[in-house]
C-alpha cells in the first residue's frame, strides 16, 4: 500500500503565492517520477509538472516561470512552489507519483484564487 498525503491548498488572491507538499508512505521503495495535475471544475485532469529522480523538470507552458516543482528524495516528498497566481490556476491539485510501473494518486487540494 501507498499513501499519498496532500497539504498547502487553500485559498489565494490573484498575484499570491501558495506551496503545496505531498508526503509518500508505505511501500516505498523508489519513486521514480514525482508531479502535479490538476482539474478544473467541468475540465479534465492536465499536467502541471513533473520531477524526475535525478531532478530533470517537466512544466505546462500555462505555469512555465511560476510555479517550481521539486523534491527531497529522503523524504519521500514533493513539493509545488506557486508564485504569481491567477484566476485561472483554481483547481483541485493532485500529487502523483510512479513506482516500477505502477502510478499512485493523493486525495486532491484545492487551490482557489479570488479576489
Known amino acids: 500500500q501507498v499513501q499519498l498525503v496532500e497539504s498547502g491548498g487553500g485559498l489565494v488572491q490573484p498575484g499570491g503565492s501558495l506551496r503545496l507538499s505531498c508526503a509518500a508512505s508505505?511501500?516505498?521503495?523508489?519513486?521514480?517520477?514525482m508531479g502535479w495535475y490538476r482539474q478544473a471544475p467541468g475540465k479534465q485532469r492536465d499536467l502541471v509538472s513533473l520531477?524526475?529522480?535525478?531532478?530533470?523538470?517537466n512544466y505546462a507552458d500555462s505555469v512555465k516561470g511560476r510555479f517550481t516543482i521539486s523534491r527531497d528524495n529522503a523524504k519521500n516528498t514533493v513539493y509545488l512552489q506557486m508564485n504569481s497566481l491567477k484566476p485561472e490556476d483554481t483547481a483541485v491539485y493532485y500529487c502523483?507519483?510512479?513506482?516500477?510501473?505502477?502510478?499512485?494518486w493523493g486525495q486532491g487540494t484545492q487551490v482557489t484564487v479570488s479576489s
Open positions: 502523483n507519483i510512479v513506482q516500477f510501473g505502477y502510478q499512485y
Open positions: 508505505g511501500s516505498i521503495f523508489s519513486i521514480d517520477t
Open positions: 520531477i524526475t529522480r535525478g531532478g530533470s523538470t
